[in-house]
């Protein structure tokens, strides 16, 4: 079988496209490293295995040998940001006091303990690299810098050389698919694997609000500073920007 590398931005569908694509390829083949920090010395993409698939850095993507089929989802930037937002604070509610407080966990209390404002624009100089790795035009440092934590790696470019960075490394991958129309994805399993996918109507690890609720405004709402939602809103203008170009350039299909 092809061997299929599905480089997971978070909330954009992946665990359910993931769930999909181990179903078929069976557990035996299907890499355990899901997170780029779980790599060992066999880096992000071990050898052996058919499925790659996770939240993974993929500046070695050449470690996969072979024929291959490489994809990625994007979905709306500003509502990416606010469900992976929603998604975090939902998650830290669960958590008790005692684990919450564990080193592991900071995140998680930070985004419970935190106002929005503090949360995005407040803390100390590491916790600011966290939210600009993870939530600033987060589609064009992956793609530029072909690592999951690369903001910081192009943090002087000027916006439109970014831009066009990425959008020249967004080219490598063979297919980047909007999440409105993962039926194209799943036409596309079904041609390379000979085997059918079911993601465009099923979200697993979804956030606590309904399906098609949109974020974006709820996360507006609770954002205290005029000049801070403005600097949110400045985490999407260059991802929009890239897909735009994407989308006129035929690599982001639908």
Not at 51 to 57: A, E, I, M, T, V
Not at 93 to 108: D, K, R, V, Y
Not at 234 to 254: C, N, P, Y
Request: hydrophobic share 35%.
């Amino acid at each position: 079988m092809r061997k299929i590398v599905f480089l997971h931005i978070p909330k954009t569908a992946g665990q359910t496209v993931h769930s999909e694509l181990s179903r078929i390829v069976g557990p035996g083949q299907t890499s355990p490293v899901r997170v780029h920090t779980q790599a060992e010395q066999n880096g992000q993409f071990p050898p052996g295995y058919t499925l790659y698939s996770g939240h993974l850095d993929w500046e070695h993507l050449d470690q996969v040998q072979g024929d291959r089929f490489v994809f990625t989802i994007l979905r709306d930037p500003f509502e990416r940001i606010a469900s992976f937002y929603f998604y975090l604070h939902h998650k830290s509610l669960a958590l008790p006091p005692a684990t919450l407080n564990e080193p592991a966990h900071t995140g998680l209390r930070n985004i419970r303990e935190r106002t929005v404002d503090d949360y995005f624009f407040g803390g100390a100089a590491n916790w600011q690299q966290f939210i600009l790795d993870h939530y600033d035009n987060f589609y064009c440092t992956y793609f530029a810098t072909r690592k999951i934590r690369g903001a910081s790696d192009v943090a002087k470019l000027h916006p439109n050389d970014l831009i066009e960075m990425a959008q020249k490394q967004a080219d490598l991958l063979d297919r980047i698919y909007p999440i409105e129309r993962l039926t194209l994805l799943e036409a596309d399993i079904a041609r390379l694997t000979g085997a059918r996918i079911s993601v465009a109507e099923k979200r697993v690890n979804a956030g606590p609000q309904a399906e098609g609720t949109k974020r974006w405004p709820q996360l507006l709402e609770k954002i205290e500073s005029d000049a801070n939602r403005e600097k949110l809103t400045g985490f999407a203008v260059k991802d929009i920007e890239l897909m735009r170009r994407l989308r006129h350039q035929g690599v982001l299909h639908g």
